[in-house]
C-alpha cells in the first residue's frame, strides 16, 4: 500500500493497530473503535499519537466528544460499493469541524479518488504500480463540479451564472 497526500507519496507516521492485541509504544497509533473504547486512558497516558480507524458502520457521531484527541481519522472502505465513509467523511469537516487528516482506507480505487477528494478525504492508502500517475490521471479528469460540498469549489452552476462561494 502506499500513502498519497496532495498528489505525492508519503511516509505514513502512523502504525495501524487496529487489528492487533498488543499495542506497540512508543509510536503514532491508529486504533480501533473497539480499541478506544475498552483503553482510552491508557491510550491518552501513553502520550502516543493517536489515529482512529472507523469501519463503514460506524459513524462520526460516536466519537465526536473526542475527535480532538487524533490527528487522523481512517475510515475504511470494505468494498468500492460501500459509499458510507463519503458521508463520514462530510461529517467530519462540516459538522464536526475535524481539521486533522482523514484518510481512506481498504477497497480505494483510482476512480473514486476525486470524489473522496472533494468530501473532506486527504489522504489515500492505495494500492497499484504507480499510485502518483493514479492522483495526476484523476486530477486532470475532472475540472468542474455539479455538486456542492464542504472544499469550496465552485459548481458548474455558479461558473455558469458568474457566482460562486
Known amino acids: 500500500m502506499a500513502l498519497i497526500r496532495e498528489g505525492r507519496l508519503v511516509p505514513d507516521p502512523f502504525t495501524d ?15 480501533s473503535l473497539e480499541q478506544w473504547q475498552t483503553r482510552r486512558s491508557a491510550l491518552l497516558a ?9 469501519k463503514s458502520d460506524q459513524p462520526p457521531r460516536l466519537i465526536a466528544a473526542d475527535l480532538g484527541y487524533f490527528s487522523v481519522i481512517a475510515l475504511e472502505f470494505p468494498k468500492y460499493r ?21 484518510r481512506a482506507v481498504g477497497d480505494v480505487l483510482q476512480e473514486q479518488l476525486h470524489f473522496m477528494h472533494r ?17 495526476r490521471t484523476i486530477a486532470g479528469d475532472h475540472t468542474v ?13 455558479d461558473l455558469r451564472k458568474g457566482t460562486g462561494p
Open 46 to 54: 501513553s502520550g502516543q499519537r493517536l489515529g482512529l480507524r472507523l
Open 119 to 135: 468530501c473532506g478525504f486527504d489522504t489515500f492508502d492505495v494500492t497499484g504500480p504507480d499510485p502518483e500517475k493514479a492522483w
Open 82 to 102: 460501500d459509499g458510507r465513509a463519503y458521508t463520514h467523511a462530510r461529517m467530519l469537516r462540516e459538522r464536526f469541524k475535524f481539521a486533522g487528516e482523514i
Open 17 to 31: 493497530a487496529s487489528g492487533l492485541e498488543n499495542l506497540p509504544a512508543g509510536v503514532p497509533l491508529i486504533v
Open 145 to 157: 463540479a455539479y455538486q456542492a460540498t464542504g472544499d469550496g469549489q465552485p459548481r458548474a452552476l
